[in-house]
């Protein structure tokens, strides 16, 4: 597993500062380095793309154990967005969920990498909002730019050591166009709960994850951040004994 790998990698190198509290590095990307990213989140370059009436739900097959990392975007044509991401292993086993909520699908739709464990795998997105608020998604696997972003990351700051019942906020300017944020624990469960806000406890996209190994099923997520006044605001939900740590980046 070549991400847990750098995971694995990236632990010891920062074990002696792993409950330090070190600030994310924010960069501003340049225009066409934007418009890459955009390029490769649109649903049409991912792979096969289905509309998903409400209360429905489709699922991709991923047959190689020789790849891990899956890419899914879900966008609307501007509604908002309610769904369940599910990774399925075998006929009953479903490692890791994912509740996705954005406010407009169009604008900030939901995009996510989810590690396969390098097994035969299969990703359900059920569509969990009304009849009238259908959504379109796609899911394929990803591309090695897109691997490689996400273990970028790692390298980018010493992230933030979060303790069960906890909350970490970082506030971003104007200038910053996306945000990308990866949840990890050291083998033990992950459930956390990650916001984009824009204005007091006003939040405009949400995800909810909850998988029994943070370490083989990480949390990465990028959300578009138009104008000023937005946080990203990360809460553990797990009990004290289950810290995560946190990296929150500009791209």
Not at 233 to 239: C, D, E, G, Q
Request: with cysteine; aromatic share 8%.
């Amino acid at each position: 597993m070549k991400f847990v790998s750098a995971l694995l990698v990236a632990l010891a190198a920062s074990s002696a500062d792993a409950f330090s509290i070190a600030a994310p590095k924010a960069s501003v990307a340049s225009t066409s380095a934007l418009s890459a990213m955009a390029t490769e989140w649109d649903l049409a370059n991912i792979g096969r793309s289905v509309r998903i009436e409400g209360s429905s739900r489709e699922h991709w097959e991923f047959p190689d154990p020789n790849q891990e990392i899956v890419q899914v975007g879900i966008d609307s044509n501007g509604r908002p967005v309610e769904s369940l991401i599910e990774l399925w292993i075998g006929p009953d086993w479903t490692p890791m969920k994912v509740k996705a909520y954005t406010e407009d699908g169009m604008m900030r739709p939901v995009q996510s990498l989810i590690g396969t464990r390098n097994k035969a795998a299969a990703i359900d997105i059920n569509n969990t909002g009304p009849g009238d608020f259908p959504l379109n998604a796609a899911a394929a696997y990803a591309s090695p730019s897109m691997v490689a972003q996400r273990a970028d990351l790692l390298t980018a700051n010493q992230g933030r050591y979060i303790e069960g019942g906890a909350v970490h906020s970082v506030n971003f300017d104007a200038s910053v166009n996306q945000v990308q944020v990866l949840l990890y624990t050291d083998t033990r469960q992950l459930n956390a709960q990650v916001e984009l806000l824009n204005g007091p406890n006003n939040f405009k996209q949400k995800y909810e994850v909850f998988t029994n190994n943070g370490l083989l099923n990480s949390l990465y997520v990028i959300f578009n951040t138009p104008g000023a006044g937005n946080v990203v605001r990360v809460t553990n939900l797990a009990p004290l004994e289950f810290p995560c740590k946190a990296f929150i980046a500009s791209v």
